[in-house]
């Protein structure tokens, strides 16, 4: 019987990346890993190095409430308002500061460049 160990949030970027070795070591991907790399080589912005950058310099900002999956999400999104970083954070249930917001945006905005 399989047992799940942890489950870990993980960026657009680290994904791509997995599929990148998974194909480079089989040859090919089954379909659906395909169709999830089809879409991942359109919308994975960064590579998996400086999305782990970003979601350290997230971190380090120590905004309240904010947890792993929310900083995933924003990795993957990169919102650069802080009117977008709010809409990202909507589908959760947290709430940040005007100024949080702000901190935020101006740091994706760095990286985005």
Known sequence: MKQKLAEVPISAAEV?????????????????AGKTYEYL??????????????????????????????????????PTTAKDVKIVLQGYAVTVTNENLDKIAATIAEFVK
């Open 16 to 32: 791509k990346h997995t599929l990148d070795s998974i194909k480079e070591k089989e040859g090919e991907l089954n379909y659906r």
């Open 41 to 78: 080589e359109q919308f994975a912005k960064l590579t998996p190095k400086k999305a782990k950058e970003l979601f350290d310099a997230i971190t380090k900002l120590g905004i309240p409430r904010i947890k792993e999956p929310h900083i995933v999400k924003l990795i993957d999104v990169l």
